[in-house]
Structures are given as structure tokens and as C-alpha cells.
Nanobody, 126 residues
Framework: QVQLVESGGGLVQAGGSLRLSCAVS????????MGWFRQAPGKEREFVAA????????YSADSVKGRFTFSRDNAKNTVYLQMNSLKPEDTAVYYC???????????????????WGQGTQVTVSS
């Protein structure tokens, strides 16, 4: 059974930074493309960033480009989302997800991810 556990959320002022972590257990970590998604109240879950299993291809949503950075530490079976210059509109529950398919390119579609964490709340005050 694959488990994903997010941490690092919290309350921060606009312009501040947070680093989210997602620890993966249960199977070989570098078999997965990994993604970060977020969901604000009353809104659909939306793509934030993703990284290929090789670590060679990373893709971010336009809304976070230049502010958020995806990274992966295969030795620790952990992925990270460094979030800088946070804005109130970044407020959401953030989820990490693992894609267990043989997909060569990272997906921005939530339904193409097989495993999900429980989410961590990020709140940005103005």
C-alpha cells in the first residue's frame, strides 16, 4: 500500500514563504511521476506542479511559475514544494499525488494520479 503524507502547511502573511513536504512510503519512490494540487473552498482541485520520475521534467501552472519550485529527494522518498512570494489567492488545501502509470510525461489532470495524501492547509493573509 502506497502512502503519501504531506506536512509544512500553515498561516503566513502575503509575500512570505512556506515549504511543503510529501513523504512517500510503500513502493519504490522513483517509479512515480509526482504532482502537487490544491483546492480552495468552493473550487475544483487544480494543478500546481509536477515532476517526472526521472526528475528531468518539471512543469508548473502559470499561476505559480517563478514563485513555486518543485524538488525531489529520492534518497528520502520525499518531494517538496517551495512556495515564495505567497499571495492570498494561494490559500487552499495542498495535496501531493503519485502517478503509478508508465506515463512518460507529467500530467496536470488529477484523475490521472493514483495515490493521494491527506492534504495540508496553507492560509495566506493579506
Amino acid at each position: 500500500q502506497v502512502q503519501l503524507v504531506e506536512s509544512g502547511g500553515g498561516l503566513v502573511q502575503a509575500g512570505g514563504s512556506l515549504r511543503l513536504s510529501c513523504a512517500v512510503s510503500g513502493r519504490t519512490f522513483n517509479n512515480y511521476n509526482m504532482g502537487w494540487f490544491r483546492q480552495a473552498p468552493g473550487k475544483e482541485r487544480e494543478f500546481v506542479a509536477a515532476d517526472s520520475r526521472s526528475g528531468r521534467f518539471t512543469y508548473s501552472a502559470d499561476s505559480v511559475k517563478g514563485r513555486f519550485t518543485f524538488s525531489r529527494d529520492n534518497a528520502k522518498n520525499t518531494v517538496y514544494l517551495q512556495m515564495n512570494s505567497l499571495k492570498p489567492e494561494d490559500t487552499a488545501v495542498y495535496y501531493c499525488a503519485a502517478d503509478d502509470s508508465a506515463r512518460a510525461v507529467v500530467s496536470t489532470r488529477a484523475y490521472e494520479y493514483d495515490y493521494w495524501g491527506q492534504g495540508t492547509q496553507v492560509t495566506v493573509s493579506s
